[in-house]
């Protein structure tokens, strides 16, 4: 971890996370995958976010979909599969990811009915026609520049005829110290203390994401330092 107190004004996009490094250490990086559902417990709220946002709007008549970008590990795509079928829903979940290690690891957990997962980029998906009921991610806006950010929200426009959410990480110092004091002691022999403080420094706050998104998006900020970007089909 970083010794030195950051500079929260500004994001640090352009400092590489070490599990994005194609050449970083393979049980690490399992490790790292492997403890992405403590830490989204901990801290990223997603039962709350499905009991408001996806629960109301799922449907007992017809099995529904779900695209989950930038899965990672797929520990979320399991998590709402299992959520949906607790409350007697029928989702079928397909979760994506541009680094094929990530894809590999998802796919050796435990299979479960109506979930899958293919490397890919949004961006294939729109030009091979597909489309979702919903669209979600998890702190993966963090991971892209600010150039970046309205070209995923256009993709998920073309591929989303629901609603689209994508949660992360708001940049503030309580935020990174908090983090840092939670995952020092719980989180060891992975990526997830160095990467973990790095993904607050590079997320936005609320204002700049209001910025980059586009009309029709909403920014909010359901927990402490959480951000829920979002976006309904239909209205403006």
């Known amino acids: 971890m970083n010794r030195t107190w950051p500079d929260f004004s500004r994001r640090e996009q352009n400092v590489p996370e070490l599990m994005d490094d194609p050449a970083c250490d393979l049980r690490q990086l399992e490790r790292t995958y492997a403890q992405f559902e403590q830490v989204n417990a901990l801290v990223s709220g997603w039962e709350v976010v499905y009991r408001r946002e996806l629960r109301p709007r799922l449907r007992r008549d017809r099995a529904m979909t779900l695209l989950d970008i930038g899965c990672g590990g797929g520990d979320l795509a399991r998590q709402l599969l299992r959520w949906a079928a607790r409350d007697g829903f029928s989702l079928r979940v397909l979760g994506i990811d541009a680094d094929e290690r990530a894809i590999h690891y998802a796919q050796a957990q435990p299979p479960r009915s109506g979930l899958s997962f293919r490397a890919a980029l949004s961006g294939e998906l729109l ?30 426009e073309g591929l989303c005829r629901g609603v689209t959410l994508h949660s992360d990480i708001e940049r503030h110092p309580l935020a990174y110290a908090g983090f840092a004091l939670l995952a020092a002691p719980l989180f060891r022999d992975s990526f997830i203390l160095y990467d973990g403080t790095l993904s607050v420094r590079r997320s936005f706050r609320e204002d700049e994401l209001r910025r980059l998104a586009p009309a029709g998006w909403q920014v909010t900020r359901p927990f402490p330092f959480r951000l829920l970007l979002k976006h309904e089909a239909g209205r403006a």
């Not at 998890?138 to 998920?156: G, I, S, W």
Request: hydrophobic fraction near 35%.
């Open 127 to 156: 030009r091979g026609g597909e489309r979702f009921d919903f669209i979600v991610s998890n702190h993966v806006l963090h991971h892209l520049t600010d150039a970046e950010v309205p070209e995923l929200l256009r993709d998920c």
